[in-house]
């Protein structure tokens, strides 16, 4: 199978490196070697403690994989970038359909992926136990949720539990941890003191200061340049807000901080969690100290992540010391196109804040996902 006609059997775009992988790939090809070995798929089910039939279904779904010429490749292939080839961190297959397979689910899909990546991770990576227990809880959870949403075994929100499964996402304090890389559209440079968000693509820019979807709701449009003398660009407040005119840096007084690749600490954000700037900073200490020793290669310069929470609309429908607002109000808010309104799933259906959320859209507010990211260096005033 030619990679050309490998693509054709996703579901979904491979990422760019796909193709470099494939020729290596393809040359030591196995067709005889289960993806997901019945032994294997044993101790998945058993160290994670899913329920018997959970166990037989599993076997099941490998077989099914490992008995269609088609979903074999695939899925080895998959496996190959995922878990033997490709750092955790720089992994960007988080999809809930890459092929489908007679007589499986997309989510029985993805939880043989899952599985595979998590029996890597019991035989030869090996984490510490009282943090492994906790990707193993991942597994069982979103393997129990499966069956109480679709009625059927599998997984959902596989893309956060591919991480667990990998060995390389980990709960410290109230938060979930892995290794990862900052996205390039909006570079960060300091002069050693402070840290400036740039804009660094074309964006339209809303009248508050957000970012919007088309021109016909902007007031201007964001634009970025840099030579050897200086960055040109629109810098980002704090808070979240894009000024509508550009700013001049001089790269004798500013250097890059952040930008594509480099390294940073993703951060998931649990349910129900006490969401404060005291138990942020105790969180972030724990994660940097192990993941120094864990993953030594993995130069961190930044904590990071993406969430509704980190909204920099909030502030219409949320006191101004709620726990949330105090915490954002710590780190450096960036701003996304990607909207959400009363409905989002991660918000309690009847719960005043979806209510006051759903007043606030009724009025024309567009709520947008948000990014921060917050430098070591600032990790000891987080609760100040």
Same mark, same amino acid.
């Given at each position: 199978?030619?990679?050309?006609?490998?693509?054709?059997?996703?579901?979904?775009?491979?990422?760019?490196?796909?193709?470099?992988?494939?020729?290596?790939?393809?040359?030591?090809?196995?067709?005889?070697?289960?993806?997901?070995?019945?032994?294997?798929?044993?101790?998945?089910?058993?160290?994670?403690?899913?329920?018997?039939?959970?166990?037989?279904?599993?076997?099941?779904?490998?077989?099914?994989?490992?008995?269609?010429?088609?979903?074999?490749?695939?899925?080895?292939?998959?496996?190959?970038?995922?878990?033997?080839?490709?750092?955790?961190?720089?992994?960007?297959?988080?999809?809930?359909?890459?092929?489908?397979?007679?007589?499986?689910?997309?989510?029985?899909?993805?939880?043989?992926?899952?599985?595979?990546?998590?029996?890597?991770?019991?035989?030869?990576?090996?984490?510490?136990?009282?943090?492994?227990?906790?990707?193993?809880?991942?597994?069982?959870?979103?393997?129990?949720?499966?069956?109480?949403?679709?009625?059927?075994?599998?997984?959902?929100?596989?893309?956060?539990?591919?991480?667990?499964?990998?060995?390389?996402?980990?709960?410290?304090?109230?938060?979930?941890?892995?290794?990862?890389?900052?996205?390039?559209?909006?570079?960060?440079?300091?002069?050693?003191?402070?840290?400036?968000?740039?804009?660094?693509?074309?964006?339209?820019?809303?009248?508050?200061?957000?970012?919007?979807?088309?021109?016909?709701?902007?007031?201007?449009?964001?634009?970025?340049?840099?030579?050897?003398?200086?960055?040109?660009?629109?810098?980002?407040?704090?808070?979240?807000?894009?000024? &509508?005119? %550009?700013?001049?840096?001089?790269?004798?007084?500013?250097?890059? *901080?952040? #930008?594509? +690749? !480099?390294?940073?600490?993703?951060?998931?954000?649990?349910?129900?969690?006490?969401?404060?700037?005291?138990?942020?900073?105790?969180?972030?200490?724990?994660?940097?100290?192990?993941?120094?020793?864990?993953?030594?290669?993995?130069?961190?310069?930044?904590?990071?992540?993406?969430?509704?929470?980190?909204?920099?609309?909030?502030?219409?429908?949320?006191?101004?010391?709620?726990?949330?607002?105090?915490?954002?109000?710590?780190?450096? &808010?960036? %701003?996304?196109?990607?909207?959400?309104?009363?409905?989002?799933? *991660?918000? #309690?259906? +009847? !719960?005043?804040?979806?209510?006051?959320?759903?007043?606030?859209?009724?009025?024309?507010?567009?709520?947008?996902?948000?990014?921060?990211?917050?430098?070591?260096?600032?990790?000891?005033?987080?609760?100040?």
């Amino acid at each position: 199978m030619t990679f050309t006609e490998l693509k054709a059997k996703y579901n979904f775009p491979l990422p760019e490196y796909a193709e470099y992988y494939y020729a290596d790939f393809i040359a030591s090809y196995d067709r005889s070697k289960p993806v997901l070995s019945l032994e294997d798929a044993s101790i998945v089910a058993d160290t994670a403690k899913i329920p018997e039939e959970a166990k037989a279904e599993l076997l099941r779904c490998a077989n099914a994989i490992n008995s269609d010429d088609d979903a074999h490749i695939c899925a080895a292939f998959l496996c190959e970038l995922t878990v033997y080839k490709r750092k955790p961190w720089v992994n960007y297959i988080y999809q809930d359909d890459h092929f489908t397979v007679e007589g499986l689910t997309k989510q029985q899909v993805g939880w043989v992926i899952v599985a595979t990546m998590l029996a890597n991770t019991l035989i030869n990576k090996k984490p510490p136990a009282d943090l492994n227990e906790e990707n193993l809880n991942a597994f069982r959870g979103y393997t129990q949720n499966c069956f109480n949403v679709h009625g059927h075994w599998g997984i959902t929100e596989w893309h956060w539990n591919m991480l667990c499964a990998s060995g390389c996402m980990f709960m410290f304090g109230i938060l979930k941890f892995v290794p990862s890389e900052f996205t390039g559209d909006f570079p960060v440079i300091t002069n050693g003191r402070e840290y400036i968000s740039l804009a660094g693509n074309e964006f339209f820019i809303g009248k508050e200061g957000e970012l919007v979807d088309c021109e016909e709701k902007s007031v201007g449009k964001t634009s970025f340049y840099e030579d050897d003398e200086k960055y040109v660009a629109h810098v980002v407040s704090k808070s979240g807000v894009v000024d &509508l005119n %550009p700013t001049e840096f001089p790269k004798r007084e500013w250097s890059d *901080f952040l #930008r594509g +690749g !480099s390294h940073t600490i993703d951060i998931h954000i649990p349910a129900k969690v006490e969401y404060t700037p005291e138990k942020f900073k105790e969180a972030f200490k724990l994660a940097l100290d192990f993941f120094k020793d864990y993953y030594p290669d993995h130069e961190t310069k930044a904590f990071a992540c993406y969430s509704w929470i980190l909204s920099a609309q909030l502030k219409k429908v949320m006191a101004e010391d709620s726990n949330i607002l105090r915490v954002n109000s710590k780190l450096h &808010l960036l %701003p996304m196109i990607g909207t959400f309104n009363g409905d989002i799933m *991660f918000i #309690r259906k +009847g !719960s005043s804040l979806q209510q006051r959320i759903e007043a606030e859209c009724a009025k024309g507010t567009e709520f947008h996902f948000g990014v921060m990211y917050s430098p070591i260096s600032e990790l000891e005033d987080l609760d100040k």
